[in-house]
């Protein structure tokens, strides 16, 4: 069982800044060489969206429409950490967040399905994110 653990929600007012991170099993690291990390968020009553996300391949990037230029993605391969950082942060941001990682699979359609947010395969527990005004 692959195991990705976060941490850093909370709670932060409307255009403040927050950052999560996602301590990812080292087998992720050492099993694959090309994978993908991504963060999702769930808010009540609705369905769980991908937020961004990160392919190791070439270090490529996707974001949400509705966090492009606010959210920013990294992965630190030295700690294995994947890591989102928040700014300008709006009361619609308010959710649980989630690590997830896509392994598996060919580089190609990973790196696909990355970009969607498709077919990511492990998940950690989530964090909780409240955005208040």
């Known amino acids: 069982q692959v195991m990705l653990v976060e941490s850093g929600g909370g709670s932060v007012q409307a255009g403040g800044s927050l950052t999560l991170s996602c301590a990812a099993d080292?087998?992720?690291?050492?099993?694959?060489?090309?994978?993908?990390m991504g963060w999702f968020r769930q808010a009540p009553g609705e369905e769980r969206e991908g937020v961004a996300a990160i392919f190791t391949g070439d270090d490529s990037t996707s974001y949400a429409a509705s966090v492009k230029g606010r959210f920013i993605i990294s992965l630190d391969y030295t700690n294995h950490t994947l890591s989102l950082q928040m700014n300008n942060l709006k009361l619609e941001d308010t959710a649980m967040y989630y690590c997830a990682a896509l392994l598996g699979g060919n580089p190609v359609e990973t790196h696909l399905n990355c970009r969607k947010f498709y077919e990511f395969n492990y998940w950690g527990q989530g964090t909780q994110v409240a955005v208040t005004s």
């Open positions: 080292r087998y992720i690291y050492s099993a694959y060489s090309m994978y993908c």
